[in-house]
């Protein structure tokens, strides 16, 4: 049988109903490889990005998103700055908090930015809400810290005003305000360190520890392999699917040969 012959029959068997079929979920098959695989890659050059922006330069705040913006995935653990004034009413004691194995709370206080938005900053650590450090500083003050994103554990949790389970500005935004921005600033230092009122040093609660790595992350080489892993799988598809039309069509040449020499 010439080529041309054999194209034309792997042609005509193609169009019947049943590998038309076959076609269709291949090509799903193959669309969600494809989309599998590039998930993959994106989080590789997340997962990259991120490690490159966490021993950069500190940004400030604003920069990282907008007001209704989710906090990017390559932002998460880079060093940001914030400039503003706390909001006392508004802050938030975050219960079973442990340090170095000693149960205790965070505490987390909206800073006003000047453009009126709100961003939540988790001063540190007590060991209860009643210790000294409770009361933020007053005035105006630079905040430096790491971004986190929000927390996404007892999303439905039921706790009296002024206490968290877990840290989400969704949740928070409803006390704060509309410009309430996604994450929350995990506070390595603060300027000025005393009271501008009264000149006096502020207690401060102790700092917390970074809940997201923030530097030393190796190169992602799972996600990196996964990703191509996926668009072999789609390749794979292809190349089954031409094997098996090629050899349904191979397995009637020989009927056909001998239908042929009967006649």
């Given amino acids: 049988m010439t080529p041309s012959r054999q194209a034309e ?8 109903p049943r590998w038309i079929g076959l076609a269709l979920v291949a090509l799903v098959l193959i669309a969600g490889c494809v989309f599998l695989g590039r998930w993959q890659w994106d989080r590789t050059q997340n997962i990259v990005e991120a490690e490159r922006l966490a021993v950069s330069a500190p940004v400030a705040v604003e920069v990282i998103a907008g007001v209704d913006d989710q906090l990017p995935d390559a ?40 453009d009126g938005s709100v961003i939540g900053v988790l001063r540190g650590w007590l060991e209860s809400a009643s210790a000294p450090g409770i009361i933020p500083p007053s005035g105006d003050v630079t905040v430096t810290g790491i971004m986190h994103p929000d927390e996404r ?14 840290i989400s500005s969704a949740r928070l935004s409803d006390s704060w305000g509309p410009g309430t921005r996604s994450g929350y600033v995990m506070l390595t230092e603060t300027s000025p360190s005393s009271d501008q009122t009264t000149g006096s040093a502020t207690p401060a609660p102790e700092p917390a ?16 392999f996964y990703a191509f892993q996926w668009w072999i799988f789609a390749l794979f598809i292809v190349v089954v699917y031409a094997r098996w039309l090629w050899l349904d069509v191979a397995t009637e040449l020989p009927d056909a040969a001998e239908a042929a020499e009967r006649q």
């Fill in 9 to 16: 029959d792997l042609l005509g068997r193609a169009r019947t």
């Fill in 75 to 114: 932002s998460i653990g880079r060093p940001v700055v914030a400039q503003g004034r706390y909001l006392k009413g508004g802050q938030v004691i975050v219960v079973q908090r442990s340090l170095r194995g000693q149960p205790g709370v965070w505490v987390l206080t909206p800073l006003e930015l000047s």
């Fill in 209 to 224: 520890l970074p809940t997201v790595q923030t530097a030393g992350v190796p190169f992602p080489l799972q996600n990196f």
């Fill in 153 to 166: 554990f007892y999303p439905d949790a039921v706790t009296d005003p002024g206490i968290a389970v877990a």
